[in-house]
């Protein structure tokens, strides 16, 4: 348990106010002083949109015994230099106490699908915590250790980064001893200048993996190449087509064959089976066979704009991808729309972000993926024009660009009928759940 002179010590920072407190209990860490709960310490953390200092005095009200502040206040407090490192270097000092296997997941994509995954799997074998949501940064990562706690078995934490240090900041905290890295494609390749630089960035987990374990895509020449210059420890790759663990998917039945051992892939298309081979590759480094793995998963129901599949009355079925896009993760995306039987498929898709000067290219290969898929219609929400190298590929039989959302809703309304298939995906600024959600609501009545 921490106690008020744990977080002086570790912070190098006396409390000042009142220091005949400093032998009270914390019962927690609080960043939100909306959810603070009698007993905790308030962070007052400080983000791009509020300045938690601001909410101090609401916090001290609310039973806080005392604040990690960068300025003095009144009431209990410890005043440090940034608030945010200071919350960090608790956190990893309650990670330490904790013996468990760390898994840190990490990618330019499928981080979440595989960490969601990871964690049901892992619940076959003993109790588990894992990353919430999208807390996969500075703050998310911290957030997450500071709720382990003694029942817990195994730690499945996902990490998310844009820009260089910022996956080592986070396993410097976390202190993982298993590393399972995805995929390296082109997000954010704009504030990053290239793949390599990409691959580089997400490989620091490793630079801070120790005497651990790297779980890494073998199908993804970049990865291998960067993680063979950087890391010389134990390393098991998995794939469909490479890896030491290779899988046989069949896409009909929705499994995968190991080693002799047919198990069901919780989720449909070839991206999701080799994310569970990434999976099932991380079950075999942590020492565990899989023989409680031949049932199907209990995942979590689907996040709005994360692989949702929706059936509506009239045999129309959505997959709903809108809550972002990356190039390699827009492919994926048409690949399980061209898979999904039906009449007509239809893609509804809109800018990516991020991409910088490499846009041109990279929608042209967007483009390119999809006229080999020949569906049957491509409608793009591209107010500016900037997907217009995807419309010269021809990615469809028909192809038709719309500036405003309500054009676009309209159209949908008007043309889809019984027996058609749709795929929504863009960025999360474009906020194409908006289109979606306006069509759905249309089609219900």
Not at 18 to 23: Q, R
Not at 364 to 370: P, Q
């Amino acid at each position: 348990m921490l106690t008020l002179q744990t977080v002086a010590d570790l912070l190098q920072a006396p409390l000042q106010g009142d220091p005949h407190l400093l032998g009270l209990p914390v019962q927690a860490l609080c960043t939100d002083s909306r959810r603070l709960q009698p007993g905790s310490v308030f962070v007052a953390l400080r983000g791009e949109r509020c300045d938690g200092h601001d909410f101090i005095p609401q916090a001290l009200s609310k039973g806080a015994v005392a604040v990690i502040s960068q300025r003095p206040v009144e009431g209990p407090h410890f005043q440090v230099p940034d608030t945010l490192t200071a919350y960090q270097r608790i956190a990893r000092a309650w990670r330490e106490q904790f013996s468990i296997p760390v898994v840190a997941i990490t990618g330019s994509a499928g981080k979440t699908t595989t960490k969601e995954m990871l964690a049901a799997a892992l619940s076959r074998y003993g109790s588990v915590l894992k990353s919430e949501a999208n807390h996969n940064n500075d703050i998310g990562v911290a957030q997450t250790l500071l709720r382990l706690q003694p029942e817990h078995q195994f730690a499945v934490l996902e990490m998310a980064m844009r820009g260089p240090g910022e996956i080592r900041r986070l396993a410097q905290m976390a202190r993982p001893t298993h590393a399972l890295i995805t995929h390296i494609g082109t997000a954010h390749i704009g504030r990053l200048g290239s793949r390599e630089a990409i691959a580089a960035a997400k490989c620091e987990l490793l630079q801070e993996l120790g005497q651990g374990i790297a779980v890494l895509n073998g199908e993804d020449p970049l990865l291998l190449a960067t993680a063979a210059s950087l890391w010389s420890g134990k390393t098991l790759t998995y794939g469909l087509a490479q890896g030491d663990l290779r899988g046989e998917w069949d896409p009909q039945a929705q499994t995968v064959t190991v080693e002799g051992l047919t198990l069901p892939v919780p989720l449909p298309g070839r991206h999701h089976a080799l994310n569970w081979m990434g999976v099932l590759a991380a079950v075999r480094s942590l020492g565990l066979n899989w023989e409680r793995l031949q049932e199907p998963l209990d995942l979590p129901l689907p996040l709005e704009g994360r692989n949702r599949h929706l059936k509506l009355a009239g045999d129309v079925e959505i997959w709903d991808e809108t809550y972002n896009a990356s190039p390699e993760a827009m492919i994926a995306a048409l690949h399980l729309l061209a898979q999904t039987a039906g009449k007509r498929r239809w893609a509804i898709l809109g800018p990516m972000r991020e991409l910088g000067e490499h846009a041109p290219q990279l929608y042209a290969e967007v483009g390119r993926a999809a006229a080999s898929l020949r569906l049957e219609r491509v409608w793009l929400l591209d107010p500016d024009g900037e997907m217009q190298p995807l419309v010269d590929e021809k990615p469809a039989a028909e192809v038709e660009r719309f500036e405003e959302a309500s054009a676009l809703v309209e159209g949908l309304q008007q043309q889809v009928r019984a027996g058609d298939r749709l795929l929504f995906k863009a960025a999360r600024a474009v906020e194409l759940e908006r289109v979606l959600h306006r069509f759905l609501q249309a089609w219900q009545g």
